[in-house]
């Protein structure tokens, strides 16, 4: 079973185009992120969310807008996109620091979502 | 702020050589700190971390890592490496009590056969 699923896992697209990447996971988890990875392998924070409320939302154009519709399952979706768009987009999970639970802030992740924008 | 960084970019050793990757973090009290590795076209996969303890933790894959508070550095290591271990490897640091991992900018080990 796949703990950390996203999808697509490839997507090509014009630019000035919508789109969106899914992700779930099925590993209990309470908090739940995207990464971005550019094409120099960096990655970045974009957003966290926790038991559905964002916690997190770094310098990211307001064009991006994740939702939660539940803690096992975090969307991003993209209007208007644009070259600079293009990047590998990670979706990770992970027990809340503050959930008593011992977790200790170790990230599962999805095997990513290349996105190109043409 | 925190920050992570790899002051190697590429590195290539040939296989059964052994291996060090750096890494130093940047934050005023003992951080949780990871290895992760990324081989192409996949996501990240856990190799170990540290949270309190014995400063030298043993992962997967034949890893190990140390923590040294005094250079604030935790290097990863591999007495010899097989050409399977080629990958991108990066090492992320969280704050105690935060809620995100920063990232290093990653080292790209290649290994000669």
């Known amino acids: 079973d796949t703990a950390v699923s996203q999808t697509p896992k490839y997507l090509v697209t014009q630019m000035g185009n919508d789109k969106s990447i899914k992700c779930e996971q099925n590993?209990?988890?309470?908090?739940m992120y995207w990464y971005k990875q550019d094409s120099k392998k960096f990655l970045k924070i974009m957003f966290s969310?926790?038991?559905?409320?964002?916690?997190i939302n770094e310098t990211v154009p307001n064009r991006f807008s994740p939702k939660s519709p539940d803690k096992a399952h975090l969307n991003l979706h993209i209007n208007s996109l644009e070259l600079g768009d293009s990047a590998v987009y990670f979706c990770?999970?992970?027990?809340?620091?503050?959930?008593?639970?011992?977790?200790?802030?170790?990230?599962?992740f999805g095997e990513g979502s290349r996105l190109t924008v043409l | 702020a925190q920050s992570v960084t790899q002051p190697d970019i590429h590195i290539t050793v040939s296989e059964g050589a052994s291996l060090e990757l750096r890494c130093n973090y940047s934050?005023?009290?003992?951080?949780?700190l990871f290895w992760y590795v990324q081989s192409p076209g996949q996501g990240l996969q856990l190799l170990l971390k540290?949270?309190?303890?014995?400063?030298l933790v043993q992962g997967i894959k034949g890893f190990e890592a140390e923590f040294k508070r005094s250079q604030s550095s935790f290097n990863l290591r591999k007495p010899s490496v097989h050409w399977s271990d080629a990958a991108e490897y990066f090492c992320?640091?969280?704050?105690?009590?935060?809620?995100?991992?920063?990232f290093g900018t990653g080292t790209q080990l290649k290994v000669e056969l």
């Open positions: 934050y005023g009290a003992t951080p949780y």
């Open positions: 540290y949270f309190s303890g014995d400063t």
């Open positions: 590993l209990g988890h309470d908090t």
């Open positions: 990770a999970s992970s027990l809340a620091l503050t959930s008593g639970r011992g977790h200790t802030g170790e990230l599962f």
């Open positions: 992320a640091s969280g704050r105690r009590g935060g809620n995100k991992l920063t």
């Open positions: 969310y926790n038991n559905k409320e964002l916690i």
